[in-house]
């Protein structure tokens, strides 16, 4: 990035992604020449900590980005409809965390470790996307398995963190926890069902085909970010009761001969991947040590004995970090490094 420095927005700062966007900007030494934090009304005038400075939250409206370089935005699908392209207009290159821009045809979908080429077609909006959590991390343990082997199918199942909602979902696992062991009567105000001691085979909103949107989400931006549209993928996503830290059982399908021991070396030295495989010792990925960390966790690598060329995997990692921010942060690297 040399020695030139940055001006940076951050929209929905008062949130847990956008605290997080905070916090890694930071921890990874971005070249922050100022910083202007936003977020709604409701939120405006808030006091937030950067670099040991303490900074005051600013209402976000359509000439907020007058003078930005570049705008990490985690503030929800309809505001980065509204206000993305009033940033874009300013000469202000938008990273968007929510699923707003992820299938535009015109805005690159970026997991940097996979396709960082993707992240020079920004010019046609301004706009470059930040996939779905679950999608980041799987497709960062993919992406080399199809290089390699060209990927036949996959099957994926998802055990996904309550952070992944929000606040609200974090609170109402804690509440709802306490309420179980105190044998009191649980109330549900985030989930249609109790999440505590539960799984909910239902995330985001059900579709005609009787999958849900975060299914479809898995299906359709895996496909886009490996730029192959012919890859047959089937997704079933859970909410789990654990605070941060999503799962994944994966079963790959490939064209060509593939085994396990293979895959666990190609992992060793994998940018962003970190190998987790031991069983013997009991050493597999964990929710709890996939959180706090920016790597993503894999395992559990073992030979499909019931295709020919089948391999199955565990994924693991931190989705308020790698599954949202870091990855931001990192498309942000690459801007600074290469473009701006």
Known sequence: MGNKKFNIAVAGATGA????????????????????????SRSAG??????GDLLTVEELKEDSFKG?????????GGTSERFAPCAAGDGCVVVDNSSAWRMNEDVPLVVPEVNPHAVAGYTKKGIIANPNCSTIQMVAALSPLHKEYKIKRIVVSTYQAVSGTGKKAVDELADQTRAVLNFMDCKNRVYPHRIAFNCLPHIDSFL????TKEEMK???????????DTIPITATTVRVPVFYGHSESVNIETCKPIAAVDVKKMFENQPGILLVDDPDNNVYPLAIDAAGQDLTLVGRIRDDE??????????VADNIRKGAATNAVQIAELLAMEYL
């Open 208 to 211: 005609d085909n009787g999958y």
């Open 46 to 51: 808030k006091k937030l900590r950067f670099k």
């Open 218 to 228: 898995m299906v359709n931006e895996t496909r886009k970010i490996l730029e192959d």
């Open 306 to 315: 019931s295709v020919e060329n089948g391999i199955n995997m565990w994924i």
């Open 68 to 76: 930005m370089d570049i705008a990490l935005f985690s503030a929800g």
């Open 17 to 40: 992604v956008g605290n997080q966007m905070l916090a890694c900007l930071e921890e990874r030494k971005f070249p922050v020449k100022s910083i202007k934090l936003l977020a709604s």
